[in-house]
């Protein structure tokens, strides 16, 4: 099976029209309609619900549960605790690999964070379930519970995100610090986010025998099926899990968590299918999040307004029990030329649900910071905004020296600033006002985010009558998978998109990795790109070694796929349809698989990321302080565009979450119980379409073909990372205060300056 490298071409071209066309979501139409089946649509007969009850408290042990009354309810089945439960087989506080973090599932009476699973009830309906976790009636021996980044002694983790080392640095930091003429020292300050996900944590599970067939949305379908197989101790081919649909996931999804796992626990216990769906509250502790930080910024800038140096540090949280660190201070890695610079973490331990993956971690809150500080360095310095990034951004990745696509950053700079019409900005804050007296400010902020790739398998068939398919266990949590990836699928084959049929979201097909690091395109797409190389190259020694064929002694030259057809690349004129080929040899199909992995050399050699820039505009009232974003424009370097359509739309989510990052987001916590006192879509505030401005973005055109065969870089976070700051430094601008603790809030805003 031919393996292709990043950078040369397959033996067999195929020169497909699918890629890079602005096709519609070929599962639009299921979705709008209501035809879709998530997870919680299953119903398999003889199904009862399942509905956790979680502790009230952050930090102490239940001393008990009125399992008596919760099981008098008429309708309930069974309580699952503690002390009733199916056993498991391993015990799920051991780490068996670092994307395995320990989770609640009964286990013990101990109480470790609030909104944690203490007991399942098991019901004939959702009612009698909830009524009967309701009548469980807690009562607790209460622990005073750690909150905040200053609940104890704080301590230097051994690795930040996934095995990133805790401290950085290259030259010395406090000798440029020392020879600048301008100097910052700021402290910013990020507060906890939760995943909010249209569609909540679901599972569908059923026993029959030793087979598990499961429901439920995952972004990593062989991840959740090896740690379920662990955990229960049966084989990989015992378990059959569905995910053809996920309403959207943002990291909290790519791991197994608790709740899932309470839910297939509950249906060995009562021998029945179960169903359990969290509550929107529940949602707010067992299934990750985005963990607070407390960063400090030391930069420094010579008479030029030329960098010196950057020192960024990040305090972060993670739980009692587990470890997991923002690595906010890395964003500092990759974008602005300071000959000395530095980054390192500290982190403290608190009573809450282990943070995790958030869309772009560490990423998204160190940009924040990162971009707050170039900003006010750059009014430091006299110097606008953006002549200050321009004058100082990376031409090289500044901690490695490895190069990567600086071009782009800079093509991003000009062509966002020209839409946006950056020249028109006045250099000083609090000068512009729109009609209506209200301050007007513009800001910017570079966005970027690695280029990943991960490791995949799929398998692609050519049959007689013309036809292909393509499987692979990819996973659409709305970011438009099926359709991106049937296009590559299409292009690989040589066939319309409408004569492959497309087979994802299950885990008896080839592994796609995991849907995470904004990579699952690059990912997934390479494998079905290889296995496309992988089966015309078959295709074509049938045709290129039968006498009757005429493209018989082609090998040499090599074909071409197109529309169904192979044809020689040296005589067009000569070819013929796979039909023709294979009715020939009596075949009634061919098929081949490949698989899609970064390759070692070019990522040693090479820094691999995506770019952008991005410009805001705010308008705040200068007698209520109230802050709103009104225009947004976004020019974002990312490689191969598959789908305009698709891209736009993943990039218009991230400059909203990004202003909701600046503006919006925030999970308060009560400091004296450790309880989160707005766990709901009510008073955890994130944009709705009214907050929401017109939006404007431009795809640089870039190729670089060192990422990937493809060419493709991730689109899915890229978004948050310049516009958090974008929208911050506007608000500055229009007012005149630097704010460093988000979301911004209005009582920030009120004083006159």
């Given at each position: 099976m031919p393996e292709l490298n990043l950078t040369s071409a397959p033996a067999h071209l195929r020169h497909g029209s699918n890629i890079g066309q602005p096709l519609t979501r070929r599962d639009g139409v299921l979705k709008v309609t209501g035809r879709a089946t998530y997870a919680a649509d299953n119903h398999p007969h003889g199904m009862l619900f399942a509905v956790m009850a979680v502790s009230g408290i952050a930090h102490g042990r239940v001393t008990s549960l009125d399992v008596a009354a919760a099981k008098r309810h008429p309708g309930v089945v069974d309580v699952m605790a503690p002390d009733h439960k199916p056993a498991l087989a391993i015990d799920p506080e051991i780490k068996t690999n670092p994307f395995v973090f320990r989770m609640e599932v009964l286990q013990s009476n101990e109480v470790r964070y609030a909104n944690q699973p203490i007991a399942v009830v098991i019901a004939e309906t959702l009612e009698a379930a909830t009524e009967g976790a309701a009548l469980l009636a807690p009562r607790y021996e209460t622990l005073p519970a750690l909150v905040g980044l200053d609940a104890g002694e704080s301590y230097v983790p051994p690795v930040v995100g996934v095995g990133n080392p805790t401290e950085n640095h290259r030259g010395d930091v406090e000798a440029g610090l020392a020879a600048a003429e301008k100097r910052i020292d700021a402290i910013y300050e990020t507060p906890p986010q939760y995943h909010n996900a249209m569609e909540p944590h679901a599972i569908v599970a059923h026993w029959d025998g030793d087979n598990l067939r499961i429901d439920m949305p995952t972004q990593g379908l062989m991840l959740s099926l090896a740690r379920v197989a662990e955990l229960f101790g049966i084989a990989h081919d015992k378990i059959h899990i569905r995910s053809p649909f996920l309403g959207g996931g943002f990291g909290s999804k790519g791991l197994m968590a608790g709740p899932p796992v309470l839910g297939i626990m509950a249906a060995k216990l009562v021998g029945k299918p179960v169903k359990l769906v969290l509550r929107r509250e529940q949602m707010y502790g067992p299934v990750g999040h985005r963990a607070p930080t407390r960063q400090r910024l030391r930069i420094g800038a010579d008479g030029e307004g030329q960098l010196t140096a950057l020192d960024h540090h990040a305090r972060t949280v993670s739980s009692t029990f587990d470890d997991f660190y923002e690595p906010a201070a890395d964003a500092s890695h990759t974008l602005y030329a300071a000959p000395a610079i530095r980054t390192s973490h500290d982190a403290v331990r608190v009573n809450t649900g282990t943070p995790l993956f958030m869309r772009a971690p560490g990423e998204a809150?160190?940009?924040?910071?990162?971009?707050?500080?170039?900003?006010?360095?750059?009014?430091?310095?006299?110097?606008?905004?953006?002549?200050?990034?321009?004058?100082?951004?990376?031409?090289?990745?500044?901690?490695?020296?490895?190069?990567?696509?600086?071009?782009?950053?800079?093509?991003?700079?000009?062509?966002?600033?020209?839409?946006?019409?950056?020249?028109?900005?006045?250099?000083?804050?609090?000068?512009?006002?729109?009609?209506?007296?209200?301050?007007?400010?513009?800001?910017?902020?570079?966005?970027?985010?690695?280029?990943?790739?991960?490791?995949?398998?799929?398998?692609?068939?050519?049959?007689?009558?013309?036809?292909?398919?393509?499987?692979?266990?990819?996973?659409?949590?709305?970011?438009?998978?099926?359709?991106?990836?049937?296009?590559?699928?299409?292009?690989?084959?040589?066939?319309?998109?409408?004569?492959?049929?497309?087979?994802?979201?299950?885990?008896?097909?080839?592994?796609?990795?995991?849907?995470?690091?904004?990579?699952?395109?690059?990912?997934?797409?390479?494998?079905?790109?290889?296995?496309?190389?992988?089966?015309?190259?078959?295709?074509?020694?049938?045709?290129?070694?039968?006498?009757?064929?005429?493209?018989?002694?082609?090998?040499?030259?090599?074909?071409?796929?197109?529309?169904?057809?192979?044809?020689?690349?040296?005589?067009?004129?000569?070819?013929?349809?796979?039909?023709?080929?294979?009715?020939?040899?009596?075949?009634?199909?061919?098929?081949?698989?490949?698989t899609g992995a970064p390759n070692p050399a070019a990522m040693e050699e090479y820094a691999m990321h995506a770019h952008g820039a991005v410009f805001a505009e705010v308008k705040v009232d200068p007698e209520l302080g109230q802050a709103r974003v009104t225009r947004m424009v976004g020019a974002f370097a990312a490689g191969r565009i598959v789908n305009p359509h698709l891209v736009k739309s993943q990039l218009f989510g991230g400059m909203i979450w990004g202003m909701s990052f600046a503006l919006h987001e925030e999970a308060i916590t009560d400091r004296r119980s450790g309880r989160i006192m707005n766990a709901n879509l009510g008073e955890y505030h994130i944009p709705v379409n009214a907050d929401v401005p017109p939006l404007d973005v431009i795809t640089v055109e870039e190729h670089d073909p060192h990422v990937n065969a493809l060419g493709i870089k991730g689109v899915g976070e890229i978004g948050i990372t310049g516009s958090a700051g974008a929208v911050a430094n506007a608000v500055w601008h229009a007012t005149g205060v630097r704010v460093r603790r988000f979301p911004i809030r209005i009582e920030e805003l009120l004083t006159e300056r």
């Open positions: 809150t160190g940009s924040i910071a990162l971009e707050s500080a170039i900003d006010e360095m750059a009014w430091a310095c006299g110097i606008d905004p953006l002549a200050f990034r321009l004058k100082n951004y990376a031409e090289v990745e500044p901690m490695t020296g490895r190069p990567f696509s600086s071009k782009a950053l800079r093509a991003c700079y000009e062509q966002g600033a020209a839409r946006f019409g950056w020249a028109k900005r006045s250099l000083q804050p609090r000068q512009m006002r729109d009609d209506a007296g209200l301050l007007v400010g513009w800001g910017m902020g570079t966005a970027t985010f690695p280029a990943l790739m991960f490791q995949a398998e799929a398998r692609a068939v050519i049959r007689r009558d013309g036809s292909g398919a393509m499987e692979i266990g990819a996973h659409d949590m709305g970011q438009g998978a099926w359709t991106a990836l049937a296009q590559i699928a299409a292009d690989a084959v040589g066939l319309d998109i409408d004569r492959v049929d497309f087979k994802a979201g299950t885990s008896d097909l080839p592994d796609a990795g995991i849907a995470g690091g904004s990579a699952h395109t690059a990912t997934a797409g390479a494998a079905i790109h290889t296995a496309g190389a992988a089966v015309i190259a078959k295709l074509a020694d049938l045709a290129t070694g039968d006498e009757r064929s005429p493209l018989f002694g082609a090998g040499n030259a090599g074909v071409i796929a197109r529309d169904g057809r192979l044809i020689r690349r040296d005589d067009e004129s000569r070819g013929e349809s796979y039909t023709e080929i294979l009715a020939r040899a009596g075949v009634a199909e061919v098929e081949a698989r490949g």
